[in-house]
């Protein structure tokens, strides 16, 4: 099984501030997505195959990484940034979710 | 505009069964891999299980906790999948998410297993 280790846990941003949220992988996966969920609202896709963004979503976030470190950015903090966020690996079975960082708004 | 639609959740006491649907459109369904994840009270995501399309025969995969008691199966001619749990356990407490690959995913239903 393919473990999926977000960092940092928890964080706080403030707006305009740059923030860069990491998944590492315990083997390499070809690509990685990363959600954004917000209160009780189902998880929406931000980024998918590593790095293409998502249809609708703000072009202050991106993605990069490959092997086993991923990284997911927004260029600019804002105020509706404020969620948790989860990388996903579907090269292998059983898929993985990493197990979230919450950005906060400071 | 794509939609993906869960039903069948509800309360349901240990050892019970329960089928989730899921009623899609807006996209290809048929060549479509399904999926069906579920995300914990505590707020754990998990892969549940994967259907893949009739060129690939049709093929299933399942997690380790759910082989042998929960069925993920579709019908093309609806554009919709289903997910039948049987011998249900405390631990499959979760809201039920269906999803066409990584894009779209619906609302969620929950499941409450309790006695």
């Known amino acids: 099984e393919i473990v999926l280790t977000q960092s940092p846990t928890t964080m706080a941003a403030s707006p305009g501030e740059k923030v860069t949220l990491t998944c590492l992988a315990s083997s390499s996966v070809n690509y990685m997505y990363w959600y954004q969920q917000k209160s009780s609202a189902s998880p929406k896709l931000l980024i998918y195959y590593t790095s293409s963004l998502a249809s609708g979503v703000p072009d202050r976030f991106s993605g990069s990484g490959s092997g086993t470190s991923y990284s997911l950015t927004i260029s600019s903090m804002e105020a509706e940034d404020a969620a948790i966020y989860y990388c996903?690996?579907?090269?292998?079975?059983?898929?993985?979710f990493g197990s979230g960082t919450k950005l906060e708004i400071k | 505009e794509v939609q993906v639609l869960e039903s069948g959740g509800g309360l349901v006491q240990p050892g019970n069964s329960l089928k989730l649907s899921c009623a899609t459109s807006?996209?290809?369904?048929?060549?479509?891999?399904m999926y069906w994840y579920r995300q914990f009270p505590e707020k754990r995501l998990e892969w549940v299980a994967r259907i893949k399309a009739k060129s690939n025969n049709y093929a299933t995969d399942y997690t380790e906790s759910v082989k042998g008691r929960f069925t993920i199966s579709r019908d093309d001619s609806k554009s919709s999948i289903y997910l039948q749990m049987n011998n249900l356990k405390e631990e499959d407490t979760a809201i039920y998410y269906c999803?066409?690959?990584?894009?779209?995913w619906g609302q969620g239903t929950l499941v409450t297993v309790s006695s």
């Open positions: 996903l690996q579907l090269t292998s079975t059983p898929l993985t």
């Open positions: 807006g996209f290809t369904f048929s060549t479509a891999w």
């Open positions: 999803a066409s690959s990584f894009a779209y």
